[in-house]
């Protein structure tokens, strides 16, 4: 099969010199030892249906350690700074229970199209985020979007704090191709960093569209975020 070249890097941030290349759901499988050699009813791996269902899905790693506390109506945290917490929590509804969390990425392809859902629910992980969040799923096309990912999640009621650290796998994301993903990381620059504002700006000036196909007639500037991204490669 042909490959697909998918760029990313982690927006720039504090933790962006720490971010490591996606790695393969399956290949973490692998290293978790869910198998057992001398039980072959064990040995889902051969699986085609496991198999297909696991095809390019990745993980994707947090950046920091941090927490926060649910206390009276707001929320406090002791790591980092205000800044920090401005720049990577959103408060969408307290009452609910419903954040946001800015471990932000950005994926792109040159490829004219390449649907990817993110925030899948990390099913073989036994960490704080399976532990106490709901994570909402999303999806879109990474050759006719520029944006970063976020993370969205419900806190279980079990739960008075949100906590993530570094390296844990906070969730999982699909590409919806059987072609290999070929990963290139590249620098935010600040020519990126300013398409991706125009964007956000963009969508912020107009009502609910409704569809992504919408959106994606709005994008403009493939061709030179490409050209900026080409010549920020990470060799």
């Known amino acids: 099969l042909m490959s697909i070249n998918v760029y990313w890097t982690a927006v720039a941030g504090s933790g962006s010199m720490l971010a490591t ?24 791996h051969h699986c085609p249906a ?10 994707m790693k947090s950046l920091y350690n941090y927490e926060f506390f649910l206390e009276n109506g707001t929320l406090t945290s002791k790591d980092y700074d205000q800044e920090f917490y401005d720049n990577h929590v959103v408060i969408r509804s307290y009452e609910k229970r419903f954040f946001t969390f800015m471990n932000s990425y950005l994926f792109f392809t040159d490829e004219p199209s390449l649907n990817a859902t993110f925030y899948e629910y990390p099913c073989f992980e036994d960490n704080n985020i399976t532990q106490r969040c709901i994570p909402i799923a999303g999806q879109f096309d990474i050759g006719k979007w520029f944006r970063n990912t976020e993370f ?78 080409k010549e920020n490669v990470i060799a």
């Open 21 to 44: 290349p996606p790695e393969s759901v399956m290949s973490t499988f692998l290293k978790k030892k869910f198998i057992d050699p001398n039980n072959p009813l064990s040995h889902i």
């Open 50 to 59: 496991f198999n297909d269902n696991f095809r390019n899905v990745f993980t």
């Open 152 to 229: 969205v999640f419900f806190l279980k009621h079990s739960h008075q704090s949100f906590k993530i650290e570094q390296n844990e796998v906070y969730s999982y994301m699909r590409f919806h191709t059987h072609k290999k993903i070929n990963f290139i990381e590249f620098n935010y620059s600040d020519k990126l960093k300013k398409f991706n504002q125009q964007r956000a700006e963009a969508i912020t000036k107009v009502s609910r569209l409704k569809k992504l196909e919408n959106y994606y007639k709005m994008f403009r500037h493939k061709k030179l975020i490409l050209k900026e991204i």
